[in-house]
């Protein structure tokens, strides 16, 4: 059972685009949602994260909204470069004590055209 | 600090055979964890260690075994190795369950 439901699987936008890739979460119990951002051979690295006590967090280019009632998140990038070409996870998990794991959704390969 | 280290980058192993995957971290933190990495699946749990001495199954624990002796190093066992565990390996750690997990660069395994 996928409790993270990520989309699209892979995503093509021209240089200064504003690619947004969507989540969707089963557990209404989840209280914490961060995105990861991965390039080819290396690990996968935090990008930014919000919890749902608020509806958007930006850091940079980067912008995450959050509809608690629609159970969905989402990243935004904006004026995206070719420098940002990598796989994006979006990732949720719950924050009480006993309660670490991380569920991942299953990436989102973007590609920024010159 | 050198973050999350894993050792070795690369290997290959015939069906049957055993080795370990190695993961350090010297970073103190309590939260350990691995994950597989397959085209079109994502990132999966294996096992995570919330300290020295515990240790839990993920997603997909079978055929692999863990250990936590030291808070540094979580080593990750395969038993009897079989060609479904060709994949890409990824050892994590974290200062809490819902900090920021800090990746290592992976060991990617074929097994033939």
């Known amino acids: 059972q996928q409790q993270v439901k990520q989309s699209p699987q892979s995503l093509i936008v021209q240089k200064g685009g504003i690619p947004i890739i969507n989540c969707a979460y089963e557990?209404?119990?989840?209280?914490?949602f961060p995105w990861y951002q991965q390039f080819p051979g290396k690990g996968p690295a935090l990008l930014i994260a919000?919890?749902?006590?608020?509806s958007e967090k930006k850091e940079g280019r980067f912008t995450i909204s959050f509809n608690k009632s629609a159970k969905q998140f989402s990243l935004h990038i904006m004026d995206s470069q070719p420098g940002d070409s990598a796989t994006y996870f979006c990732?949720?998990?719950?924050?009480?004590?006993?309660?670490?794991?991380?569920?991942f959704g299953k990436g989102t390969k973007l590609s920024v055209i010159p | 600090n050198a973050g999350v280290t894993q050792t070795p980058k690369f290997q290959v192993l015939k069906t049957g055979q055993s080795m370990t995957l190695q993961c350090a971290q010297d970073?103190?933190?309590?939260?350990m964890s691995w994950y597989r990495q397959d085209p079109g699946m994502g990132l999966r749990l294996i096992h995570y260690?919330?300290?020295?001495?515990?240790?839990d199954q993920g997603e997909v624990p079978n055929g692999y075994n863990v250990s936590r002796s030291t808070t540094e190093d979580f080593p990750l066992r395969l038993l009897s190795a079989a060609p479904s565990q060709t994949s890409v390996y990824f050892c994590a750690s974290s200062r809490t369950g819902t900090d920021t997990q800090y990746f290592g660069p992976g060991t990617r395994l074929t097994v033939l």
């Open positions: 919000i919890r749902p006590d608020v």
């Open positions: 260690s919330v300290g020295a001495g515990i240790t």
């Open positions: 990732a949720a998990s719950l924050s009480g004590a006993g309660s670490y794991q991380l569920t």
């Open positions: 557990n209404t119990a989840f209280d914490y």
């Open positions: 970073m103190n933190h309590e939260y």
